[in-house]
């Protein structure tokens, strides 16, 4: 059974920082590209950061320079560690594997989702 499992959420004063971390099982991580995305109260999911198999990584452009995902390939794993959050970057955050090895915007490239995990910032 292919399954992700997003952790690490909780909520953090705006400046703090978080690392969540997305472990799959079922499936190899490292032969597909793996997003992050997030969806507020009353908006659209949208994407965050995506890795290839290659190493290639992409942000989107509110949260560059502040947040870093990478991949752990022994431990088939995934994380995006966020750094200066803001209260606006308070939402529901989801891994994804791509149906491909392209990382992509939308969500209909991805086939394969977790859970999601509650990033709260506030104070």
């Known amino acids: 059974q292919l399954q992700l499992v997003e952790s690490g959420g909780g909520l953090v004063q705006p400046g703090g920082s978080l690392r969540l971390s997305c472990a799959a099982s079922g499936f190899t991580l490292g032969y597909r590209a793996i997003g992050w995305f997030r969806q507020a109260p009353g908006k659209e999911r949208e994407g965050v950061a995506c890795?290839?198999?290659?190493?290639?990584?992409y942000y989107e452009h509110s949260v560059k320079g502040r947040v870093t995902i990478s991949r752990d390939n022994a431990k088939n794993t995934v994380y995006l560690q966020m750094n200066t959050l803001k209260p606006e970057d308070t939402a529901v955050y989801y891994c994804a594997a791509a149906k491909s090895n392209s990382c992509e915007r939308d969500t209909w490239a991805y086939d394969y989702w977790g859970q999601g995990t509650q990033v709260t910032v506030s104070s």
């Open positions: 890795s290839n198999r290659a190493g290639s990584t």
